[in-house]
T-cell receptor, first 112, second 117 residues
Framework: DAGVTQSPTHLIKTRGQQVTLRCSPK?????VSWYQQALGQGPQFIFQ???????QRGNFPDRFSGHQFPNYSSELNVNALLLGDSALYLC???????????FGPGTRLTVT | GDSVTQMEGPVTLSEEAFLTINCTYT??????LFWYVQYPGEGLQLLLK?????DKGSNKGFEATYRKETTSFHLEKGSVQVSDSAVYFC????????????????FGKGTLLTVNP
């Protein structure tokens, strides 16, 4: 049984560009949450998707957007990249509305 | 708002030493509490959890007890191994919004543990 998968593993972008990160949840999971982990910090909640809708957003600007597909997979889009967006982006899936979450390996985004 | 405070690291121990990583929290209501572990270059793995006061979570020799009176969830292990070297995160699960049924995780800053042979 595959766990949570994310792609790509690493990504290097230039300031001002746009990026799309992808996540496939663990089998049987229908809720996907995205987190940003800056170097040396704990993950920070970006938003959560359930039933193809954004359920709640953390303290992140509208440059961060997402989508959930009918097969429960999800995308995170970041527009107008800033140097400060460099981080590890983690996707977590859940079968109980986010109560217990299982994480993927993350996508390391570097903005130059 | 909801928050988690972990003891600052790094923590360096010799193999077979006793480990304690302190974690305290602030939350409205009665959150569930978790410890996650992150090995170098990897995502987070759920280590253990506790869902109500006085519950003890345990896994792979690690234990933590949900103490409501002290709002704490300290991680302990009696004898650490080199393979336990990682970053440990304490987290709490809270509703996305008041009255809601979806949850998000709020994390501490993490504690780096290094175990030397």
């Amino acid at each position: 049984d595959a766990g949570v998968t994310q792609s790509p593993t690493h990504l290097i972008k230039t300031r001002g560009q746009q990026v799309t990160l992808r996540c496939s949840p663990k089998s049987g999971h229908d809720t996907v949450s995205w987190y940003q982990q800056a170097l040396g910090q704990g993950p920070q909640f970006i938003f959560q998707y359930y039933e193809e809708e954004e359920r709640q957003r953390g303290n992140f600007p509208d440059r961060f957007s997402g989508h959930q597909f009918p097969n429960y997979s999800s995308e995170l889009n970041v527009n107008a990249l800033l140097l400060g967006d460099s981080a590890l982006y983690l996707c977590a899936s859940s079968s109980d509305l986010g109560y217990e979450q299982y994480f993927g390996p993350g996508t390391r985004l570097t903005v130059t | 708002g909801d928050s988690v405070t972990q003891m600052e690291g790094p923590v360096t121990l010799s193999e077979e030493a006793f480990l304690t990583i302190n974690c305290t929290y602030t939350a409205t209501g009665y959150p569930s509490l978790f410890w996650y572990v992150q090995y170098p270059g990897e995502g987070l793995q759920l280590l253990l959890k506790a869902t109500k006061a006085d519950d003890k979570g345990s896994n792979k020799g690690f234990e933590a007890t949900y103490r409501k009176e002290t709002t704490s969830f300290h991680l302990e292990k009696g004898s650490v191994q080199v393979s336990d070297s990682a970053v440990y995160f304490c987290a709490l699960s809270v509703p996305l919004y008041s009255g809601g049924s979806n949850y998000k995780l709020t994390f501490g800053k993490g504690t780096l543990l290094t175990v030397n042979p």
